[in-house]
């Protein structure tokens, strides 16, 4: 079982830049892809970014402007978001399993942080 919980979202003008960070619990945590989705208002859920042992994958609507990274020693996951745009604006949840992909989920899901770019 991994219980993830996320931190870092906010409300920040266009052009700037938040670092999500997500905690899990969980001897597992380091044998796991990690992810981010997100989900804008009125929008399916989407995904963002994901990391494992084979490397780093990313939305192309976020590429070069997003960073994920992990710390297997403190059991924690970051999103940097640089260059923010009003479409960014969501819901970001981080994601905990097997294999993560544009197109596969986790089975963990953490409760969600509030992101809102202002243009």
């Known amino acids: 079982q991994v219980q993830l919980v996320e931190s870092g979202g906010g409300l920040v003008q266009a052009g700037g830049s938040l670092r999500l960070s997500c905690a899990a619990s969980?001897?597992?945590?380091?044998?796991?892809?990690m992810g981010w989705f997100r989900r804008a208002p009125a929008k399916e859920r989407e995904f963002v970014a994901a990391?494992?042992?084979?490397?780093?994958y990313y939305a192309d609507s976020v590429k070069g402007r997003f960073t994920i990274s992990r710390d297997n020693a403190k059991n924690t996951v970051y999103l940097q978001m640089n260059s923010l745009k009003p479409e960014d604006t969501a819901v970001y949840y981080c994601?905990?399993?097997?294999?993560?992909?544009?197109?596969?989920?986790?089975?963990?899901w953490g409760q969600g942080t509030q992101v809102t770019v202002s243009s």
């Open positions: 994601n905990a399993g097997p294999k993560i992909t544009g197109v596969t989920s986790g089975n963990y």
């Open positions: 969980g001897r597992t945590f380091s044998s796991y892809d």
């Open positions: 990391i494992s042992w084979s490397g780093t």
